[in-house]
């Protein structure tokens, strides 16, 4: 009896099963919620990363290799960042949401996937210069202890300076962005004596739950890449975790979709949330 051949597509969506499968069992981290035609853009791409013949060569080695299986994990968990992206949402937040957040007794924030950390010291300046140090405390999680030790790091190629700084003014910026940085080599790197502390922690939002009482979360551009259960999910720990009148800030392309009034929307266009008693489910699109 002759064997029925694969397609060339089935064949990948099953190389790309077992891969998923390997990162699961061996260093239990799970994609499989992740939303599956950006998931599977993400996957073919580490066929010519690696310089191998299909996904399903990639699978032993990770296996063997720890490093190559960190490194993997940081591709597919997309860690994009820059200074200050989107500026109209960072001018939102700071005339608007953190005044209102300084009213809270105590501050805790929490941002959520600290890519390369551009975005987590655009934080730590931002609250620098409305004055809320002295009540804060700034949580960054990711799932990569690399990308984690990276940011904590933070220094940066500075071809992309110019265009941060501009960001950083279009986001109402109140003193001399240069200043926050030292230069060297063709690179820049944070200064941090004015700004204040960072506690950089492993999460997995796919395994993980709440871990503290915050009244801001920020979660931009994670929860597009999940699929509808895994966003709920995330959804859920958001709101364990917020205090009653805590704010939510998604990505652009993010949004909830609330059938029981879970969140109050402040402004929608820059996707900004306040959290209330009842649940919701949570749509990217």
Not at 101 to 127: M, V
Not at 242 to 266: H, Q, V
């Amino acid at each position: 009896m002759a064997l029925k051949r694969s397609t060339g597509c089935q064949r990948e969506q099953l190389e790309a099963d077992l891969l998923l499968h390997a990162l699961r069992e061996g260093y239990g981290y799970d994609f499989s919620g992740y939303a599956r035609p950006s998931l599977i853009r993400r996957l073919r791409q580490l066929v010519a990363l690696f310089a191998v013949d299909s996904l399903a060569d990639l699978v032993p080695e990770l296996l063997r290799d720890e490093k190559m299986a960190q490194a993997i994990i940081n591709y597919v968990s997309v860690p994009v960042s820059e200074f200050f992206r989107d500026p109209a949402v960072w001018k939102y937040v700071r005339e608007s949401v953190l005044p209102e957040l300084d009213s809270f007794p105590r501050l805790n924030i929490w941002q959520i996937g600290c890519g390369h950390g551009q975005e987590t010291w655009s934080i730590a300046i931002l609250l620098h210069e409305c004055g809320l140090a002295r009540k804060l405390r700034l949580v960054t999680t990711d799932i990569s202890g690399d990308l984690l030790a990276m940011a904590r790091r933070g220094r940066w190629p500075a071809q992309e300076f110019a265009n941060w700084r501009a960001n950083y003014l279009a986001a109402g910026g109140s003193a001399h962005f240069d200043d926050y940085f030292e230069a060297s080599r063709g690179e820049v790197a944070i200064r941090t004596e004015r700004l204040p502390a960072i506690e950089f922690v492993e999460h997995n939002l796919v395994t993980d739950d709440a871990f503290l009482e915050t009244q801001f979360v920020i979660c931009r551009n994670v929860l597009i890449y999940f699929g509808e259960a895994l966003q709920a999910r995330a959804l859920g720990v958001f709101e364990r975790s917020l205090e009653r009148g805590g704010m939510l800030l998604l990505g652009s392309c993010e949004a909830i979709l609330d059938g029981r009034a879970a969140w109050t929307t402040m402004q929608p266009q820059l996707r900004v949330f306040r959290r209330s008693m009842a649940r919701a489910t949570c749509i990217a699109r």
